[in-house]
């Protein structure tokens, strides 16, 4: 399957299921095969319990939810997360996602000199988070480092994917509803090029 799209927010209803609708349907129509996976409507559980933390140290067996998910990532090439900005960062529940399917022992090993063996290497992420605030206010407080630090770089890299395309659709909550559909169409036709391998990375 050349891509899993995963999308995080509560209401389906919102700009944000509107974009990995949209996103999924390119992918589709560009030939290729497409999966979704909404966690909010799946009731996936983010909190990080005692059998996390027992795999964490190596005492246990990952619990069969994130085995699933694990799973899903495995049959994919491309990985496209779909998310609100929260706080300069993503929601909890795909925070909790990651947290725990992300493990070690699965998207990175840890050597015994406490060296890192990077294993997502096939996998390529794409990240789509909208945002309220204007591109100006992101780059005047910093947001797009901290996004590449703690995001890129401290989450897709640190396993040793690629990241594909990093995209901000901005001021989602003052511009016009015929401005924001333009956006989406061009965001969702560029990422599915992407995934089809026709294109060169896309940052916003």
């Given at each position: 399957m050349?891509?899993?799209?995963?999308?995080?927010h509560?209401?389906?209803?919102?700009?944000?299921?509107?974009?990995?609708?949209?996103?999924?349907?390119?992918?589709?129509?560009?030939?290729?095969?497409?999966?979704?996976?909404?966690?909010?409507?799946?009731?996936?559980?983010?909190?990080?319990?005692g059998?996390?933390?027992?795999?964490?140290?190596?005492?246990?067996?990952?619990?069969?939810?994130?085995?699933a998910?694990?799973?899903?990532?495995?049959?994919?090439?491309?990985?496209v997360?779909?998310?609100?900005?929260?706080?300069?960062?993503?929601?909890?529940?795909?925070?909790?996602?990651?947290?725990?399917?992300?493990?070690?022992?699965?998207a990175?090993?840890?050597?015994?000199?406490?060296?890192?063996?990077?294993?997502?290497?096939?996998?390529?992420?794409?990240?789509?988070?909208?945002?309220?605030?204007?591109?100006?206010?992101?780059?005047?407080?910093?947001?797009?480092?901290?996004?590449?630090?703690?995001?890129?770089?401290?989450?897709?890299?640190?396993?040793?994917?690629?990241?594909?395309?990093?995209?901000?659709?901005?001021?989602?909550?003052?511009?016009?509803?015929?401005?924001?559909?333009?956006?989406?169409?061009?965001?969702?036709?560029?990422?599915?090029?992407?995934?089809?391998?026709?294109?060169?990375?896309?940052?916003?």
């Amino acid at each position: 399957m050349p891509a899993l799209v995963v999308v995080s927010h509560s209401d389906p209803d919102s700009l944000t299921h509107h974009v990995a609708r949209s996103v999924t349907d390119a992918i589709r129509t560009a030939g290729d095969t497409v999966e979704t996976a909404d966690l909010a409507a799946e009731n996936f559980d983010p909190r990080f319990a005692g059998g996390d933390l027992n795999l964490f140290r190596g005492n246990g067996i990952a619990p069969a939810n994130v085995i699933a998910e694990q799973e899903r990532i495995d049959r994919a090439d491309h990985l496209v997360l779909v998310f609100p900005m929260y706080w300069w960062s993503m929601p909890a529940l795909l925070k909790g996602w990651i947290d725990r399917v992300f493990v070690s022992g699965w998207a990175y090993d840890l050597t015994a000199d406490y060296g890192i063996v990077k294993k997502l290497d096939r996998l390529t992420v794409h990240l789509v988070s909208l945002a309220g605030d204007d591109a100006d206010s992101f780059d005047r407080h910093g947001v797009y480092d901290a996004f590449r630090t703690q995001i890129e770089r401290g989450i897709v890299e640190y396993c040793g994917a690629t990241v594909g395309s990093t995209t901000f659709l901005h001021e989602t909550d003052t511009k016009t509803p015929d401005a924001l559909s333009a956006e989406v169409a061009d965001l969702a036709s560029a990422i599915a090029a992407r995934v089809a391998g026709r294109q060169q990375a896309l940052v916003h």
